[in-house]
């Protein structure tokens, strides 16, 4: 009798301790870490230097000094569109808009790590990296974390390559969109960005059909375009295909009132072919919304403690008098 | 009698956690709240001088009224972006409001969870921290409640009652009427007492 009742409260106890640990566990703050994977078919690249810049809120609106761009979000579902918008929005960071919030070299297997990252929409860019003669260039993504996504997160980042004696050539083209060219300039000025110096500035108009062409450029140097002064309503998205950089400019009504930007660039990725390598694109593609059909948890672990309390002052008390018991039925 | 002891010394540490937990969340949001009001201060000084303010992404409305389509403009502070301060004085509360909520960001400050003060469906989450959220279920109708956004502009509103919504309550949270609402977990865990508020004329 007394064994069984020693077995019981083992059993008691331990589903106590079950349940208890798993309120803890879900309790538990939901801080993300991110690795970044920079390997090549030639191995991984060490050394690149990655940025992570959070940029918007997991509903999309865009943050800080990003917030101030005159960038059309678009479909965050849409995988062209999110390139065409993780490549803007890295060409702006180039540019200098925005503070990283973390910068980390990749190390020997070619892993960058970050940590402490909580619910928002980042930006990844990073630099080229060099295996034997082959250059290496990552392309910026954008990434969305929720309390929903996994604590640990692994981004295999999508690059590029050329040679590093290879000379390379870019073309810019213009494109308008939704507007009635009435409110068109007659003419843009575009900038060719070497590391984030201008390099040359072009004039794209009808009397150029709106492209330019640059060639002989070296392929040690990151290329970046740049739009300057974005007319008045209308938004930029800067996309690059092959070497094309295709700059939109997109006739928005309800920018009437937004003013003229400084400067917008774009994330070069400098290639002059793609990579033929695949890699799995980010989870930010993958994931949606950042709320979920339940109310956030909003509330501290004080119904264990009664829970606790009471178990123990039951089990302490029955402890004591099956003691008290056993010693009488001893004595006689 | 042993198991009963461990049990007892387990809700005691928790209660020390809890308490803990509630101490630190107290101390960084009131860290976030000076340097919040800090920038706040000093973009209102320079917004009056030029045009806009720097460190803050939105703009200053000239005419004083704001389009409900406005996005919330920020502060960042340590990297997280702040909508603005919410005010109870009723139960001496001033705290920040961050842009957008998780659970690392609600262990600081309340978070916004959906809506724009602008367009007037704010609803605002934290956790139930006495320094936090915690006293909400004792604010009564017509007690006020102020919130001030990033450039510095107050928003008033007045308690019109205290409900309790259901965890899955999530439509009926940010689907009604209220120009702002308010909430936090009961203590029990499994509810969420939820104040909501109408605006007034300051």
Known sequence: MKHHFSKSLIVIFSIICLLC????????????????????????????????????????????????????????????????????????????????????KSDALGHADFSNLTSGIYLVTGSSGKIGNTIYIPKPALLRITELSDESIDVNVKYTMLSDIQKVSYTVKKVWEND??????????????????????????SSNDWTHKWDDLSADHKWNVVEKDIPTGYTVMVALDENIFTVTNHWTTSSETTETTDITTTEPSTTTEPSTTTITPPPTTTITGSKTDKLPQTGQLWYPVCILFISGLLLFLIGFVSKRLSDDNEKE | MLVGGLLMVAAACLTIYNLH????AASASSKVLQSLVEERNKNMTSAADSDLPTGISGEIDEENTIDPDTPMPTILVDGTAYIGTILIPALGLELPVADDWDYTQMKISPCRYSGSAYRGDMVVCAHNYTSHFGPIRHLQPGDEVIFVDALGREFHYKVEKVETLGPFGVHEMVASEWELSLFTCTLGGKARVTVRCSRTQE
């Open chain 2, 21 to 24: 937990e509630d101490s630190v």
């Open chain 1, 180 to 205: 009635e060219s009435t409110a068109r300039p007659d003419s843009v000025t575009v900038q060719l960005l070497q590391d984030s110096e201008v390099y040359d500035e072009v004039t794209l108009s």
């Open chain 1, 21 to 104: 640990s798993s309120v803890v566990s879900f309790a538990k703050s939901q801080a993300h870490s991110l690795k970044i994977k920079f390997i090549t078919d030639a191995g991984p690249v060490e050394g690149a230097n990655f940025k992570l810049y959070q940029v918007m809120s997991t509903d999309g609106t865009l943050y800080g000094d990003f917030a101030d761009l005159q960038v059309e979000v678009g479909d965050l579902t849409d995988s062209e569109n999110l390139s065409s918008l993780a490549s803007t929005l890295a060409s702006y960071a180039a540019g200098g808009t925005g503070e990283p919030i973390a910068e980390k």
